[in-house]
T-cell receptor
């Protein structure tokens, strides 16, 4: 299984940017980097994904290292609703490998 | 559009009994996946349907688990007989099949349901 390493938890203040790191040193050339988040009592929710180039969408930005061995999910202005467990996932064909994720706490 | 729905949201059964979980994917999504998180562990892949066919069932833990997707619409996951270690949250997800080729399909976002919490006592 393709592995990712994330900090167990992080804390942020509301309205401030948050940078969630992920290491994936064993990534292969065809693996896409996906980020999902899971709010309490809900299923995982898609956030963003990319292959080599940085990506932006309405929810977040994804910065991918040049060697692709790490990536960073950027929430530009954290809100209380962003408190969740964030999963960095390497997607092999038709499989997701969930790690343990990073629990993000957002302080008012 | 309606999201992925799972039923029931909670189920409590005794060891040895049978339970059937149901998943209704987003309409038009050919790909349907089952995942589960058992207590204290990571979310793990169970299997993947493309329409009514099992594309990959390598994550199914043993032959007490049976998944079906008759007609390529909703899916059921039956556990018979249930054991204590089957307790956990079972998630279903669906995704589109792209017209741009397999690579697009493999990277179309998964839409998850809110899960069924199964407790075996």
């Amino acid at each position: 299984d393709a592995k990712t390493t994330q900090p167990n938890s992080m804390e942020s203040n509301e309205e401030e940017p948050v940078h969630l790191p992920c290491n994936h040193s064993t990534i292969s050339g065809t693996d896409y980097i996906h980020w999902y988040r899971q709010l309490p009592s809900q299923g995982p929710e898609y956030v963003i994904h990319g292959l080599t180039s940085n990506v932006n969408n309405r929810m977040a930005s994804l910065a991918i290292a040049e060697d692709r061995k790490s990536s960073t999910l950027i929430l530009h202005r954290a809100t209380l609703r962003d408190a969740a467990v964030y999963y960095c996932i390497l997607r092999a064909p038709n499989k997701f490998y969930f790690g343990s994720g990073t629990k993000l706490n957002v302080k008012p | 559009e309606a999201g992925v729905t799972q039923f029931p949201s909670h189920s409590v059964i005794e060891k040895g009994q049978t339970v059937t979980l149901r998943c209704d994917p987003i309409s038009g999504h050919d790909n349907l996946y089952w995942y589960r998180r058992v207590m204290g562990k990571e979310i793990k892949f169970l299997l993947h349907f493309v329409k009514e066919s099992k594309q990959d069932e390598s994550g199914m833990p043993n032959n007490r688990f049976l998944a079906e997707r008759t007609g390529g619409t909703y899916s059921t996951l039956k556990v018979q007989p249930a054991e204590l270690e089957d307790s956990g949250v079972y998630f279903c997800a669906s995704s589109q099949t792209g017209t741009q080729g397999l690579l697009w399909t493999y990277n179309s976002p998964l839409h998850f349901g809110n899960g069924t919490r199964l407790t075996v006592t």
